[in-house]
């Protein structure tokens, strides 16, 4: 091999100004994602839980659907066929805030929202149910026993697992390259159709990718260490 | 909505050209999963072995190989590949043993945590007992505890299956004709009809993925079963 290692070639100038574009893209486009997906996954964890039949059935099949669908192809979905099944009005707006990122953020939320529901509802479930009778029988009606004592237990223990659904999520990210999005993996993957530095370029992405998944690893381990095994439940 | 594009071109969803071409679509979205997993078998029961060794470095070693992967997305392992198995092997591959080369890394490095913890999950008196009878530690482990560690394994395996399917998706980036990239073949020909496309093919990963969940769960609860009595 006589490959020339140029390593300026992503440290400096115009292709690093590139690759840091695609960074603040990652970031944004994951940050709007996880907050939706977060909320979303609420939601439908409640509903999963709910004792009314067709509320049930409803998240039942939103679980199973979503988290049995490739991510590409509910981006391809979502950012091709979309105009088809979504108002006018909404697709107006959408095209307003640039289509590919709304389309990107819409796939990865309904994605990611699906597993954080099952994250929380095992989280619910590992509570022991005499927490739910005691407070019941303390006075507190359903909804208060689980705000008060059932969720604060729960989303102590659900926290390692979402966190990970959080990083698998900005991971996934890296698909919106598909459909155009300039995030890291775009900006990469340009730098080495501009340069033919491939290996200094998806050297410096996957630096990002995977340090930022080496520093969210050590943080939960210290969690798991410091928060979860003083409380350890039974 | 007008489904008639996809009852137009079901064959070539289903096999691509196949009986006078290649085989492509749902047909070959399987044979990468089905080839792709049995290779990552193999490199997981590999890795998972290296990471619980008993020699530090090995376990290091292994350790951080598995941490990297595992900190990538898998389209920057497909973007590695692409660009390193050539340079390494001096000429060009088919783009699919390329993405079965990614897949099988990148799967290998989550089996590994499977087998892992399946090893960790069989209790230590099955070890003290198999040593206390003369076996040494390889035979401990080969007769022993892997063959009851493997069968706790199944469903999970049954699990990375599905993500392996849905993960085969991603070969449409370097252009291997499985069922995504023959959708978006279809869409760029006929342009008018993504939603239907899109979500045809939506619902036919889900009915395969679905299958292996429910076949994953069922197998879940006869262990249970079996191991209650």
């Known amino acids: 091999m006589n490959y020339q290692f140029d390593w300026a070639v992503v440290t400096s100038g115009k292709y690093f100004e590139w690759l840091v574009s695609g960074v603040v893209v990652t970031v944004k486009i994951s940050v709007v994602s996880i907050a939706l997906s977060f909320l979303l996954g609420l939601v439908i964890a409640v509903m999963r839980m709910s004792r009314f039949r067709p509320v049930y059935w409803f998240a039942h099949g939103y679980l199973e659907f979503f988290r049995n669908t490739p991510l590409l192809v509910q981006i391809f979905f979502w950012y091709f066929g979309s105009y088809k099944v979504l108002p006018d009005a909404v697709n107006q707006w959408l095209n307003a805030q640039g289509f590919e990122f709304a389309a990107a953020v819409i796939a990865l939320t309904i994605y990611t929202s699906a597993f954080i529901a099952e994250d929380i509802r095992s989280g619910v479930r590992s509570i022991p149910k005499e927490q739910m009778e005691a407070a019941r029988s303390a006075g507190f009606s359903y909804v208060r026993s689980m705000f008060y004592i059932i969720l604060p237990q729960a989303v102590r223990l659900t926290i390692p697992p979402l966190i990970n659904q959080f990083l698998n999520l900005t991971k996934n990210s890296s698909l919106a390259m598909t459909i155009g999005v300039a995030e890291l993996m775009y900006q990469a993957r340009q730098v080495e159709s501009y340069t033919f530095k491939g290996f200094e370029a998806f050297s410096a992405a996957t630096v990002v990718y995977v340090g930022l998944s080496f520093a969210i690893t050590g943080l939960m381990t210290l969690y798991d260490r410091k928060v979860l095994q003083p409380i350890k439940v039974r | ?229």
């Open chain 2, 1 to 229: 909505m007008d489904f008639q594009v996809v009852w137009d071109n079901l064959s070539y969803f289903f096999v691509g050209r196949y009986p006078k071409g290649p085989l492509g679509g749902v047909g070959l979205t399987l044979y990468l999963a089905v080839v792709a997993l049995a290779l990552s078998f193999v490199g997981g029961l590999i890795l998972g072995l290296l990471s619980i060794s008993r020699n530090r470095a090995v376990r290091w070693v292994s350790s951080s190989f598995i941490q990297i992967i595992r900190g990538m997305p898998l389209l920057m392992v497909i973007f590695w590949m692409f660009f390193l198995l050539p340079a390494l092997f001096g000429k060009g591959m088919p783009a699919s043993m390329t993405v079965i080369t990614a897949l099988t890394l990148f799967t290998s490095a989550y089996m590994s945590e499977i087998v892992r913890a399946g090893i960790m999950g069989i209790p230590k008196g099955q070890t003290e007992a198999a040593v206390s009878t003369g076996l040494t530690h390889r035979q401990t482990m080969l007769y022993v505890v892997l063959p009851q560690a493997l069968r706790n394994m199944i469903p999970s395996f049954v699990n990375q299956f599905v993500s392996m399917i849905k993960d085969t998706s991603l070969a449409f980036i370097v252009g291997v004709a499985e069922l995504t990239q023959i959708a978006t073949q279809v869409n760029n020909r006929t342009m008018m009809y993504p939603t239907e496309i899109f979500l045809f093919i939506a619902v036919i990963y889900f009915v395969i993925c679905f299958a292996f969940t429910e076949l994953s769960r069922w197998l879940e609860r006869r262990l249970a079963y079996t191991k209650s009595i």
